[in-house]
């Protein structure tokens, strides 16, 4: 069994820990971290990180969230009266870690749909996506879903911050998204410590009506329309410094005529929305000669991601 679930941008914008989408690489790269299980002779979970971005993670797998997941799964199943084998994992490690492109989630995401798989689906989807907001939460300090929905099912996802509700939002099927990753990493959990406890009222109604304006633009609207909502007054003016360069990039990106530009999730990924691909070649050029800080970085040339996570050969 081998599971793929590709990379997200969560609050895109406008909707902090709400609004999250899935990404798909139009360059031909392996936008997202890969599960394989084999069955083996072993008496424990082996797990085995492979993959250009293993070396970020810790070196001891007990630490690893994919183990983690293997180990919390197992428990909820037997506590169903069920007996399941435990298996040889592989993690193929393809998104940076601490990127702002829904690295642990993609981990996440890909393991437990894979268990769930070869084990015959003893977990309802329901409960599945309650353990995935879970695990994810354990790593960001927060229980929110803007990562694992989209990483899971796909397309833009709407999430309520109860962690087990969320509803799909039409995309623009125009609309591009180049991201562009600095080589560097960001914590979700520092992130978060910056941002203020209270917003200013002027602040929380800007933010409210934006937001609401952007669900119905997407309805009912100009695809522009909706674009020119996806304004970030939470995060972005606290977070922004913290990313050099990215004052610069907005304003060259654009003038070349994208429609937004933002914080992919917590950071330091940013994102352009583009529909025009000679526009979004512009962009990608820029930011690999402006914004990129080490050989690490990189650039991708993306649409949305409609499937979520699926099996692959």
Known sequence: ???????????????????????????????????????????????????????????????NIVMASCRRFERMVR??????????????????????????????????????RYFGSPLSRLELLELMARMEGEISGDVHLDNIAPSLLGGLRL??????????LPW???????????????????????????????????????????????????PRDAAACLVDLIAEP?????IPGFDAARSAIMKMGALAFGISGSGPTVFAIVDDSRVAEKARDWLADHFLENDRGFVRHCRADLAGARAVD
Not at 38 to 54: I, K, M, R, Y
Not at 105 to 113: E, T
Not at 180 to 206: D, I, S, Y
Not at 238 to 242: A, E, N, S, V, Y
């Open 1 to 63: 069994m081998k599971v793929f679930a590709p990379a997200s941008t969560g609050n895109v914008s406008v909707g902090f820990d709400s609004l999250g989408l899935a990404l798909q690489s139009l360059d031909g790269e392996v936008f997202g971290d890969v599960i394989e299980l084999q069955s083996g002779p072993q008496d424990d979970w082996v797990l085995e990180v492979t993959g250009p971005f293993a070396d970020a993670l810790p070196p001891d797998p007990e630490s």
């Open 79 to 116: 506590a169903q009266g069920k007996e399941i084998e435990t298996l040889r994992v592989r993690l193929d490690k393809r998104l940076p870690v601490g990127s702002g492109l829904g690295s642990s989630a993609s981990s996440i995401v890909a393991a437990l749909v894979a268990l769930n």
């Open 159 to 168: 999430c309520m911050p109860d962690g087990r509700n969320q509803y799909g």
């Open 172 to 222: 623009p099927g125009g609309w591009q998204i180049v991201v562009a990753w600095p080589g560097t990493r960001m914590e979700t959990k520092a992130a978060r410590n910056l941002l203020p406890e209270k917003l200013r009222r002027e602040t929380a109604v800007a933010h409210g009506a934006n937001f609401a304006r952007f669900v119905h633009e997407l309805y009912s609207g100009d």
């Open 238 to 242: 606290w977070r922004k410094d913290l």
